[in-house]
């Protein structure tokens, strides 16, 4: 168990005390994330990877993963098909598009699912802390 996986978890049982969840939230801009990308390199110079997604019930997600055996395991024979970037939690929310889902560790026991309003929520908070760092 990773120490996201006890803070989702907490987040869970404490059926959404706000302390909780905002403990979730600093701790997912901490992490780093391995995010499943195509292997062929896009003609865009200013796109240095292609995220893949995921269409579930007409919602486009995005998945990362807090390890790298946690992205093999799901991907499992089709890994061999994807490449794949380590990106900081904060650098992900920061350019990840407000209308997709994202999913945290699918496939695991923890696996969580941001809708596009907590990305927007999200956001909010990088912005914030972008703006004290300048």
Known sequence: MTELDQA???AFSSEGNKEEVNKVYLL???????????????SDPD???SPLFA?????????????????QKWA??????MAYVEIKGQDFIAGINENVYWGVNAGCH??????P???????????????WAQ
């Open 8 to 10: 989702i978890s907490v």
């Open 28 to 42: 997912l801009l901490k992490t780093n994330f391995y995010l499943p990308v195509k292997k062929e390199k896009g």
């Open 47 to 49: 796109e240095p990877f």
């Open 55 to 71: 269409n579930i019930n007409n919602h486009f997600f995005i998945l990362t993963f807090d390890k790298l055996e946690r992205l």
């Open 76 to 81: 499992g024979e089709q890994f061999a098909d």
């Open 110 to 115: 923890y696996y969580k699912e941001f809708s």
């Open 117 to 131: 309003d907590e990305i927007k929520q999200l956001k909010k908070i990088v912005a914030k802390l972008q703006s």
